[in-house]
């Protein structure tokens, strides 16, 4: 007699597993088949009252599970292959399972990146989604984050602080302006944008890569002392939405919190010079927007921000920290 969790993964997952690979969940184990291309894996996990909120909809859950693992594949100039996806429950709830479920499906099929397989667990505490994806890339092409060099021009992509305000919004530490500029930021919270038309664009012509999830300024770090070097950065030119700009401008939020908060979810690239303008127009081409923010250079020091004076700016914090 099939178990609860079997009956589960049968009316749940079993339709989100399209791949042949995935073998209808039937198995322990999914197989890929070889293609000569490089295999790129990640993962990453969120917590229920850590990386969402617990009255979020189990749409917006379902879509961010999935879509900072796919952020992290476009940043490696990856394309999605499929994922894993473990679920630590505390109950089978078919308010939660059925809606997170159809959004789930909806996203891997509109990201072409399926179920392969995974598991469900119970859980006393806290509910959990882990989920790993898999993606290819030629061989010898993963975009690196060790490979910032002195000169690179420093790229995001997007805009960035809005998942931070949004947060704030939905926990009451600050205001908008109004209703529209609270709906933007709070969607852009509960459901990153993961960019994954730029993944070419990075494999071709960046040299070095990642993705902001705990926010720019700590990320820009990791990736300064990972690739041995430092940077200067405009923090005039940090592209902001307007609704961002609206908060600033009103003194809602600061600088401080937009360039350190997480869930961003943009990408961060190092670009050589001679390089730049071949990549501001494939990325033109592909619809997403680019800013160059800075320079790389030679040095250990941390990265220096500055104004529009040329002051140097002292930040307190640079990004979120689980620990």
């Not at 490979?147 to 305000?165: E, K």
């Not at 999830?213 to 430092?230: F, H, I, N, P, Y």
Request: glycine residues 10%; hydrophobic residues 45%; aromatic residues 4%.
């Amino acid at each position: 007699m099939p178990s609860g969790e079997d009956d589960l993964i049968a009316r749940y997952f079993k339709p989100l597993a399209t791949d042949p690979g995935a073998r209808g969940l039937v198995d322990d184990a999914a197989v890929l088949a070889a293609s000569g291309n490089d295999l790129v894996l990640t993962t990453d996990a969120i917590v229920e009252g850590v990386h969402y909120l617990p009255d979020d909809p189990p749409e917006a859950i379902a879509r961010k599970a999935l879509r900072v693992n796919l952020s992290d594949l476009a940043a490696k100039g990856a394309e999605p292959v499929g994922f894993l996806l473990t679920l630590a429950l505390r109950a089978a709830d078919e308010s939660f399972l059925a809606p997170f479920a159809r959004a789930l499906g909806e996203d891997a099929a509109n990201y072409q990146c399926p179920l392969l397989g995974g598991d469900t667990v119970s859980t006393p505490g806290p509910m959990m989604i882990s989920v790993t994806a898999l993606g290819r890339v030629p061989p010898g092409r993963m975009v690196r984050r060790d490979a910032l060099q002195p000169g690179d021009a420093i790229v995001v992509s997007g805009t960035i602080g809005d998942a931070a305000l949004g947060l704030d919004l939905l926990q009451g530490r600050a205001r908008a302006a109004n209703a529209a500029d609270r709906d933007y930021l709070v969607g852009r919270y509960r459901e990153p944008q993961p960019r994954q038309a730029l993944a070419s664009v990075l494999r071709d012509h960046a040299g070095a890569g990642m993705d902001v999830s705990d926010g720019l300024a700590g990320d820009l770090a990791k990736m300064c002392a990972a690739s041995g070097v430092t940077a200067t950065l405009d923090a005039n030119a940090v592209p902001l939405s307007a609704a961002a700009q609206a908060m600033l401008g009103a003194g809602a939020t600061n600088l401080q919190r937009i360039v350190s908060g997480g869930d961003d979810y943009e990408l961060l690239c190092g670009v050589a010079q001679q390089g730049l303008d071949s990549f501001l127009a494939a990325a033109q081409r592909s619809g997403v927007r680019v800013t160059v923010i800075g320079t790389a250079q030679t040095g250990t020091a941390a990265p220096q921000w500055r104004d529009a004076s040329g002051r140097t700016l002292s930040l307190t914090s640079l990004s979120f920290s689980h620990f």
